[in-house]
C-alpha cells in the first residue's frame, strides 16, 4: 500500500483570519518571527511551502517596538544600488524617527524566504505606526504575542 501525498485546495480570500498585533514594548525580533509563521501560514495544519496558505495580519504602535542590548545605538539599515561606491548605511534611529513602519516590515521581510510567493505573503502585511488602523470591518481577531 502506497501512501498518498496531501496537497491541500487552495484557499479563498474570504477563507483567510485576521489578526491584530500590538507591538507596544515588543522586542523587534521575537514579534517578527511570530508574524511571519501566521503570514505563511506554518500555524495551521494543511501549511503547504508552495503555496501561499497564511492569513492578515494587522501590527499597530509599530513605532513603540524595542531592541535588546546595544542595537538601539549599533544597528544599521544598509542598501547598495549596485553602483560602486553606493552603499547607503542608515542608524536604527533615523529609521525609527522618519520611516517607524520599516523597522517591523524589514524584520518580516527578512524571515520571509526569498522566492516568488515573497510579495504576496508580504502584501497580507499591514503594519501602522500609531492606534488607528483601516481593517476594522474584517473583525481581527487579536492574536497574543
Known amino acids: 500500500m502506497t501512501q498518498k501525498t496531501f496537497t491541500p485546495k487552495v484557499q479563498s480570500k474570504s477563507d483567510k483570519k485576521w489578526y491584530i498585533v ?3 514594548d515588543k522586542v523587534v525580533g521575537r514579534i517578527a518571527t511570530e508574524i511571519a509563521v501566521v503570514l505563511r501560514g506554518k500555524n495551521k495544519p494543511s501549511f503547504a511551502p508552495h503555496m501561499d496558505m497564511g492569513d492578515y495580519v494587522v501590527v499597530i504602535n509599530a513605532e513603540k517596538v524595542r531592541l535588546t ?3 538601539e545605538s549599533q544597528k544599521e539599515y544598509i542598501s547598495h544600488s549596485g553602483y560602486l561606491g553606493h552603499l547607503k548605511r542608515v542608524p536604527y534611529a533615523t529609521i525609527k524617527e522618519k520611516h517607524p513602519k520599516r523597522i517591523l516590515t524589514e524584520a518580516v521581510a527578512g524571515m520571509i524566504p526569498k522566492n516568488r510567493l515573497k510579495k504576496h505573503i508580504m502584501a497580507k502585511l499591514h503594519v501602522y ?3 488607528e488602523h ?4 474584517q473583525n481581527p481577531i487579536t ?3
Open 22 to 24: 500590538d507591538a507596544t
Open 69 to 71: 542590548g546595544k542595537k
Open 129 to 131: 505606526a500609531g492606534e
Open 134 to 137: 483601516k481593517h476594522s470591518g
Open 143 to 145: 492574536l497574543k504575542i
